[in-house]
């Protein structure tokens, strides 16, 4: 039998320490019953004086054969060393990382077989620093947490409850799954809104063209007749003259508003008005409640399910709000929970969520399956969102056609029967 030399987590403490079995893989078997998480494994030989030392030799031979168990989950990625990392890069990093620790390989080596596969050289080097990091004696989630503008504290959290229970694999897959979910529900979204933005700048192209042009040259040619215009004439002209005036410094105010969006929201004030504008705009409304709603339910499912304690997940999915109203309530059920009070009595409180919600976290918390709400609820937000993005895109594109040949039709209408009168004073 070999003897294995090996470092790693249980319970969320560091340990080291030694174990004898027949191959390196029936090791981390028998490590991970234990509830250990091994980050690093050598074989050793022993002694005569009874010592273990590291036979490097044998343990490049021995993980030779098993670093081939990473299934060949190579990324389908941009090879350029500027390219960004994105949250579907960390929901695949996930997916391996999951599916390596399954194989029986140690965290270490996984990231290390990770780490060569990725072309993307900043998350390939964001993956070595994590291994280098766990070798020097850190826990993952510590390794983790040093980069924070790549990983979410959602993804901390989730992977310290992994390390603590001694199930990082399935809290890994669980990461995965999550985030591959998110990135669905953005998708969705911004797939329903892609068509009318586009019919809307097309009409705002055409609007431009037609104001900023052919209405000037075709009233100055009916203003040199001299011919008595329709009222409706006048307006557009007077409208077209205001619009050729001041459309340059519109497009020049709108783009600096873009531009310094982050700074104008960042005060408190505005922002408070600017998200309330946001749960009373009518369809838009809907969306981002429904939206809101399924971030975070799935969160608290998610985090709940990995052994998070509720009112740590209410303060991670806090965090992941972009709506300072919705904020208020998660912060205020988070009090409820520290209290120990019901936190469906705070949603039942609030007029943004529909009662549906405080209802099914009643059930939950009586029957104490919370977490299990908690999923329910997701899955049905996120099934009432597609429904209704479907219905909206599919109501929405005709209407914005009727509206764009509908100003058309005016525009010209009040152009051509000018031009027709005096045709016919003509002859």
Do not use: C
């Amino acid at each position: 039998m070999a003897v294995f030399s090996y470092s790693g987590v249980k319970n969320g403490k560091k340990i080291k320490g030694i174990i004898e079995t027949n191959s390196i893989r029936e090791a981390l078997t028998k490590l991970k019953e234990e509830g250990i998480i091994v980050t690093k494994i050598n074989e050793a030989i022993k002694q005569k004086k009874g010592k273990i030392y590291q036979d490097k030799e044998k343990r490049k031979n021995g993980l030779k054969g098993l670093t081939k168990l990473s299934l060949n989950l190579e990324l389908d990625l941009n090879i350029s060393p500027f390219s960004r990392i994105s949250r579907q890069d960390i929901a695949v990093f996930s997916r391996q990382v999951a599916s390596l620790l399954k194989a029986g390989i140690s965290l270490t080596d996984s990231l290390d077989t990770i780490a060569k596969q990725t072309r993307k050289l900043p998350l390939r080097q964001v993956i070595i620093s994590l291994s280098e990091g766990i070798k020097s004696g850190k826990s993952f989630s510590q390794v983790l947490s040093e980069h924070r503008n790549i990983f979410p504290e959602i993804y901390i959290g989730m992977v310290r409850s992994g390390e603590t229970s001694g199930e990082l694999d399935k809290v890994m897959e669980d990461l995965g799954e999550y985030l591959e979910k998110q990135i669905a529900l953005r998708s969705k979204i911004t797939s329903a809104m892609v068509y009318p933005v586009f019919i809307v700048a097309v009409m705002g192209i055409v609007m431009w063209v037609l104001l900023s042009f052919v209405v000037p040259k075709i009233a100055q040619l009916l203003e040199d007749v001299g011919k008595s215009l329709p009222i409706y004439t006048r307006l557009l002209i007077t409208f077209s003259k205001i619009f050729s005036a001041t459309a340059p410094y519109f497009l020049l105010a709108l783009a600096g508003l873009f531009i310094l969006r982050k700074k104008i929201l960042s005060v408190p004030k505005i922002r408070y008005n600017f998200d309330l504008l946001r749960l009373k705009i009518p369809i838009y409304s809907k969306i981002h409640i429904l939206g809101e709603t399924y971030r975070i339910f799935s969160t608290l499912a998610t985090l709940t399910r990995a052994g998070v304690p509720l009112v740590k997940a209410i303060e991670t999915a806090e965090e992941i709000s972009t709506n300072v109203h919705i904020k208020k309530v998660l912060r205020e059920s988070k009090e409820y929970a520290i209290e120990g009070r019901n936190i469906s009595e705070r949603f039942a409180e609030s007029e943004i969520f529909p009662p549906m919600i405080s209802n099914m976290i009643s059930v939950g918390e009586r029957s104490g399956e919370l977490e299990k709400m908690f999923w329910n609820i997701s899955q049905i937000t996120s099934s009432e969102l597609e429904t209704f993005l479907s219905g909206v895109t599919s109501l929405i594109e005709p209407i914005l056609i009727l509206s764009i040949g509908g100003m058309i039709f005016l525009i010209m209408l009040s152009v051509i029967v000018p031009i027709l009168e005096i045709n016919r004073s003509i002859m």
